[in-house]
């Protein structure tokens, strides 16, 4: 592995749109796909030839012949017929999908290691899901939608189909439609069927949502569209949350609630259509990255900020938690969710933890017992029973070399850490803040090595003269390390 380093520290965000990619594959349990089609990559021709079926339809138990009663001919077929109809006939369909508070449910869990699973007091991976997912939304259906590299169907702890179309933020129809953002928007119905929409000129949405009626919205950080039949309509709310605001997205709930997020303030979309502000605590929600708000079952909202999580509960007010009054090392908050039991779920830089409605911690999962960082969370219905216990912390070492195009760079200090600050005072390290460190200096042919590392990723930081500078992106390995492993990261090569 060879990672980069500049001299340089970046003092701002750069921000990328990615466009909308559609492609005619599609795996077996994807909207339009054939049931014949056992994996993408071995059945795309059959996946395209064969008739579209619905994803959230049951398939039908199969008819097996009735049993001969003893003592007659063998040859009564109609007699055969009419018991086999018969008995499919009495088989009870499976119960509708429904997301209720006081039913129970999974909880996912995204990390850039991939996709975690809590359900019935068991931990386990998502078998097939992608690290680097950007979504996650609940579908009509209850099986849960994972927008990523690709887009991804998963239910009963595994992807159940996936399909080639890329954006920044999903949302789900009341119909059952997908609504994808990139550089357009695109509508995936129930039946497979495809459309795309161009966003209006000069505008660059970074969030899609649809409201109980179906009507679809997207915003950038300083407009809020609607659309018509007749196209794009701008949505005023600068009476209703302020003007001056940074929009960060939407959410929305089972009860066909909705939610916009807004910098200092959230408004509600009421069933009449209108927007009403919705009572925060005080503060700056300033974090423009990770989920922009959940609502849960019972109809609580669940939005964070850098330093906090907060939560509005019906009937209750709001309240905030912030990230280092938890009880363990952190000073980031990642993820955050509320189930439909008013457990609060909040996912942090030093690890993940459940709270009681009352704010008692009933459960910590501290840096290595997961896999990773919690980026996005969604916790269906009531939620799960929790584990009896978390899952021991692994841990490994690291090592790697640095050095320029002169070669190894000897007796340099170098460190790792969770998130290494864009921004810190001169003569600082990037990594002064994070709960979770390791630091060294480099050997003469530029070596080090950091022991008893948790797993998660890392980003590695190294002080040349009298500054320091940060390598661009995050050592990913450091999510897979088993315990007592020991991972080569490879050379860090500054230019």
């Known amino acids: 592995m060879r990672l980069t380093a500049r001299r340089w520290v970046p003092v701002g965000f750069v921000f990328c749109l990615v466009g909308c990619q559609i492609q005619t594959h599609y795996n077996s349990s994807f909207p339009g796909a054939s049931n014949n089609a056992s994996t993408p990559a071995s059945k795309a021709t059959a996946a395209r030839q064969e008739p579209r079926v619905d994803p959230g339809a049951k398939a039908e138990p199969e008819a097996k012949p009735a049993p001969e009663p003893r003592g007659e001919p063998a040859t009564k077929p109609a007699a055969t017929a009419t018991a086999s109809a018969t008995a499919t ?61 690709q887009l991804q169907r998963v239910q009963g702890g595994s992807v159940r189909g996936q399909k080639s179309l890329i954006g920044m933020d999903l949302a789900v129809g009341p119909d059952g439609t997908l609504w994808v953002l990139g550089s357009s928007v695109t509508s995936v119905s129930p039946d497979g069927k495809s459309s795309t929409f161009a966003v209006p000129e000069k505008m660059f949405p970074s969030h899609v949502g649809v409201s109980a009626k179906g009507e679809v919205y997207i915003c950038s950080h300083d407009q809020v569209m609607r659309r018509t039949e007749a196209g794009w309509e701008k949505v005023d709310l600068s009476k209703t949350v302020g003007a001056r605001q940074f929009y960060r997205g939407f959410a929305a709930g089972p009860q066909g609630s909705m939610y916009l997020m807004a910098s200092q303030a959230a408004a509600r979309l009421t069933a009449e259509g209108k927007w009403e502000k919705v009572a925060l605590p005080a503060g700056h929600f300033s974090n423009i990255l990770g989920d922009a708000g959940r609502v849960s079952a019972a109809g609580g909202l669940a939005l964070h900020d ?5 939560f509005v509960v019906p009937g209750k007010g709001s309240e905030k938690k912030g990230v280092k009054a ?39 999962w501290p840096v290595g017992a997961l896999p990773d960082r919690v980026q996005r969370l969604l916790v269906v219905g009531a939620g799960p029973t929790l584990p009896t216990s978390v899952d021991p912390v692994i841990k490994g070492a690291v090592k790697g070399k ?9 007796g340099v200090p170098i460190e790792i850490c969770d998130t290494p600050d864009l921004l810190f005072r001169a003569g600082s390290s990037p990594c002064t803040s994070s709960p ?15 022991a008893e590392v948790p797993r998660q990723s890392y980003g590695v930081a190294f002080k040349d003269g009298k500054k320091w500078s940060t390598v661009l992106g995050s050592l990913r390995c450091c999510g897979q390390l088993t315990q007592g492993e020991t991972v080569d990261i490879g050379v860090v090569k500054i230019r």
């Open 402 to 410: 640095l050095a320029s195009k002169d070669g190894p760079i000897d």
């Open 436 to 450: 979770i460190k390791f630091s060294g200096k480099t050997g003469p042919d530029g070596s080090f090595t950091f």
């Open 326 to 364: 938890l009880g363990f090392p952190a000073d980031t908050v990642t993820a955050a969710a509320i189930d439909g039991q008013g457990r609060r779920w909040i996912g942090t830089n030093g690890g993940l933890v459940i709270l009681s409605p009352q704010g008692k911690v009933l459960q910590h």
């Open 89 to 149: 006939a009495a088989e009870p369909p499976p119960p509708p999908f429904e997301h209720r508070p006081e039913v129970a449910g999974a909880a996912y869990l995204a990390t850039a290691s991939g996709l975690l699973q809590i359900e019935d007091g068991k931990l386990s991976v998502v078998e097939g899901g992608s690290g680097l997912i950007r979504d996650l939304e609940l579908g009509t259906d209850g099986s849960v939608w994972a927008l990523g590299s």
């Open 306 to 310: 850098h330093d906090d999580a907060v």
